[in-house]
Nanobody, 116 residues
Framework: QVQLVESGGGLVQPGGSLRLSCAAS????????MGWYRQAPGKQRELVAT???????NYADSVKGRFTISRDNAKNTVYLSMNSLKPEDTAVYYC??????????WGQGTQVTVSS
């Protein structure tokens, strides 16, 4: 069964922190580089952080130094720790394998809202 379940979003003030989790099915997770994507209203989905099965990471310039991606291969779970959040980080956050496109399965995402 294909599954992606994101959680951990919420409303946070600027400068605050959140930790997102994504439970994935093995068919998506095992052996694949995984990523966190986000989509703000009126904008295209963008890839903000990636992690390989060997735990090499990469980040978009807009989040570098503030976000940390990690994975637990035993639990098929990917995490995104977000610090120093800014209003422009407001978006629905999704996880998926790196290279996923609109024809692939996507979960429901988790809403992150940064506002005072």
């Amino acid at each position: 069964q294909v599954q992606l379940v994101e959680s951990g979003g919420g409303l946070v003030q600027p400068g605050g922190s959140l930790r997102l989790s994504c439970a994935a099915s093995g068919s998506i997770f095992s052996g694949n580089a995984m990523g966190w994507y986000r989509q703000a209203p009126g904008k295209q989905r963008e890839l903000v952080a990636t992690i390989t099965s060997g735990r090499f990471t990469n980040y978009a310039d807009s989040v570098k130094g503030r976000f940390t991606i990690s994975r637990d291969n035993a639990k098929n779970t990917v995490y995104l720790s977000m610090n120093s959040l800014k209003p422009e980080d407001t978006a629905v956050y999704y996880c998926n394998r790196v290279g996923a496109n609109s024809r692939d399965y996507w979960g429901q995402g988790t809403q992150v809202t940064v506002s005072s």
